[in-house]
């Protein structure tokens, strides 16, 4: 039997993608795995993320839902320099904190599904590097993206001898506690425009063993000087786990339409369906939406000008 812990970090808007994600690494693994998902949530999180999440689990076997609420006293990362972002997104970042008794932890963003066994990956030799990742290939070699060429001026500022990674996948070697420990809670560089993830490589590009496409691909991805050509094929041929970042599963039309509708369907396993998750998205924006186009008036969502319910 194969064990393996996997966490997740979300709030009220995000709950039902990570729910979902979750529905995928359960129906994808395999049955001599055992997965413990660990959930560190925000105190306050509505009580139907629990309700449904244990009802979808409790449908597999081999699996536990262990739940960690999260007060703003215990996030270290409370401060004002970060009050512009959610505090769940630095979570993941005093993990060891919170789980004291584990050795190793498998963080997966909540807009990820999995589509294949994760053990290989859980137990992958991390060569005496503190955590294992993917070289962010969607943005970092874009140079007619602002996001790419403002990741490519801080990784030849922060990590001239290494590559830049994306934080979605991330594997965790939690006895490393007193080397977690080193990031800065207080200042971060104005340029930072991802600060959980720019954190994590600023601070540890040089103990980052980087990890096969597969683990973390999207829809953007080109291909890097991190990884061959037949890295990147295969990996876009052969993904394990894809990463939604650049395009939210939700948003028609897609650009990945197959996996689109695998989303929806294994949304529907719950009672939803693409509406659901765009009036999440509005709710928590306050009417605004990273989603170009997307209003709410009064109950009715359009798409520049279009109504999508």
Known sequence: MHNINVLYCFDNKFWKLAAVSMRSLLQSKNNDTFISIYCMVPRGTCRAARRKIEAMAAGF?????????????????????????SPVIFYRLFAHKVFPHLNRILYLDSDTMIFGDLASLYETDLNNCIMGAVVDCAQVDDY?????????????????????????????????????????????????????????????????????LRYNFTDAASVSKAYDQSDFHNA?????????????????????????????????????????????????????????????????MRLFGIRMN
């Open 236 to 300: 876009r041929q052969n993904y394990i786990i894809y990463h939604f970042y650049s395009c939210k599963p939700f948003v028609l039309p897609h650009s990945q339409h197959n996996l689109h509708l695998q989303f929806i369907r294994t949304a529907a396993k719950f009672g939803w369906d693409n509406s659901t998750f765009i009036k999440d998205e509005l709710k928590y924006q306050n009417k605004k939406t990273n989603i170009p186009g997307l209003r709410l008036f009064g109950t009715q």
């Open 144 to 212: 007619n993206n602002y996001m790419g060429q403002t990741i490519r001026k801080f990784q030849e500022k922060y990590i001239p001898n290494g590559f830049y990674i994306n934080s979605g996948v991330l594997l965790l070697d939690l006895t490393r506690r007193a080397e977690l420990d080193t990031l800065p809670l207080t200042e971060i560089p104005c340029e930072f425009a991802c600060p959980d993830q720019d954190l994590i490589n600023m601070v540890f590009a040089e103990r980052i063993k980087y990890l096969s």
């Open 61 to 85: 076997p081999n699996c536990q839902i262990i739940w960690r609420k999260i007060s703003q006293r215990e996030n270290p990362f409370k401060n004002h320099s970060f009050s512009r972002w």
